[in-house]
């Protein structure tokens, strides 16, 4: 593929020649079109489908009845994962979701990933949670080689600093309005 060359006027003769203001409004053609294909994207049904693999029914159900807070882990993971299986959050936020202590959370992260549902990745002190793409995914096959991951992030309010805290909530109140009788 060649390269693009852009200038102040076109190049007469070269067919990857284009002037600033046609690469402009190539580039704003392109971005409308990307835009369009977002929105339709969020109208469609499938915007929130996780992809489950029947052949691994036998193993969740094992999973649910032996281990339902593996199980709720698992859920709340592949509810929260991107379109390349990942999801980063701290311990915290599971404590908060499934209402339970770290420790518990600690031992039911280690049967998901002793019986091959997770994969615990390390990105500093945080874990980004990897799915198994053979039992749930989102996206299409041909995402599932790939060792990307721009996980989504889940962060708890809680884990914030006081400061951030108190600024969120005062953010996020509703105006009170009085009516004058």
Known sequence: MANIHVS???EIGNPYSV??????EQLE???????????????????RWTQFNNKHTKELMWLAIKHPKAHAILYFLVDQMD???????SY????EVLETSKATIQRNIQIL???????????GTSNVYAINDS????SWTNNRKYSKF???VVLALSEQDENYQYNFLEITKHKEVSKKS
């Open 83 to 89: 379109e390349y299986n990942a999801v980063m959050c």
């Open 150 to 152: 721009p996980a989504n």
């Open 19 to 24: 002037s600033f203001a046609e690469r402009k």
């Open 92 to 95: 915290k936020v599971l404590q």
């Open 135 to 138: 039992v749930y995914w989102k």
């Open 29 to 47: 053609k392109q971005d409308a079109a990307e835009a369009e294909r977002a929105k339709q994207e969020k109208k469609s049904p499938f915007s």
């Open 8 to 10: 102040q006027t076109k």
């Open 113 to 123: 990933k002793e019986n091959g549902y997770i994969a615990v990745l390390k990105s």
